[in-house]
């Protein structure tokens, strides 16, 4: 039987993030995708010009039609753009059968605002309950938390806070803080600490997209969160290792590479 996943989130032209990096990397982990789109951007590997959120009723209706004929095994969100696309998935979310794995996208990679200021409180008080996992990386667990995080202790903290709100696991990606770059997979169990290596490298496009997309891939073909979350990361390292050096700016991972 074909597994199936699903992302909800923005579109990236240049392929390295949004759902084009999240169709490519299921596809990398042998997942048939579906992908309904929120939000239309202006960007290459240099900047982001323009960011346009769709109708909520047309992002709803996308949603509705995948999942009443094909319907996911696993869903990710990505980019929501503004508060009112925030609650209408909040809102089916509520019936989904599947796990939703929430990637809290608020600023892309060139520094510009894929999630509007207001909508924040949406996203942490309707979308964030309703999530399996939420997958944050500093800013955006500060952002969520109100927590200033400078330390692992820090990130066990806004972990808590954030499994308070509702969510069922919480993985928080500490990139940004000084040293070797170590996650936290925080859930009922209490959390464990993830090491990896960090790359010198400015071609890290939709990373946390692959990421998120490559445990939504796992869940969906029925592997623990645990797995899924310890096979995404080493992929990640994998394609930021090997990434193809494409555009001016912060360039795409390399999806070429097979899952393991």
Do not use: W
Request: charged residues 20%; aromatic residues 4%.
């Amino acid at each position: 039987m074909t597994a199936v996943a699903l992302t909800i989130a923005g579109s990236d032209p240049s392929g390295g993030a949004g759902i084009q990096a999240d169709l490519k990397t299921f596809q990398r982990f042998g997942v048939y995708g579906e992908a309904v789109i929120t939000l239309l951007t202006v960007q290459n590997t240099q900047a982001v010009s323009e960011v346009h959120p769709l109708d909520p009723d047309l992002v709803v209706k996308q949603i509705q039609a995948v999942i009443e004929d094909i319907p996911p095994a696993a869903a990710k969100t990505g980019a929501l753009g503004d508060a009112a696309i925030i609650e209408a998935v909040a809102g089916l979310a509520a019936s989904f059968e599947f796990p939703l794995v929430v990637d809290p996208v608020m600023v892309s990679k060139h520094g510009a605002r894929l999630l509007a200021p207001e909508a924040e409180d949406a996203l942490r008080n309707k979308l964030l309950p309703r999530a399996f996992l939420v997958t944050p990386n500093l800013p955006e667990a500060e952002a969520l938390t109100g927590c200033r995080i400078r330390s692992k202790e820090d990130m066990q903290a806004a972990a808590q806070r954030l499994y308070d709100l509702g969510c069922l696991n919480v993985l928080i990606k500490g990139g940004h803080l000084p040293g070797q770059p170590v996650d936290l997979l925080f859930g009922k169990q209490g959390g464990r600490f993830l090491e990896g290596t960090r790359i010198e490298t400015r071609h890290t496009h939709g990373t946390g997209c692959v990421y998120s997309a490559a445990i939504t891939a796992g869940l969906a073909l029925g592997r623990s969160l645990e797995v899924s979350v310890s096979q995404a990361k080493e992929f990640v390292q994998r394609a930021i290792e090997t990434a193809p050096g494409l555009g001016a700016g912060n360039g795409p991972l390399n999806f070429n590479i097979s899952a393991r």
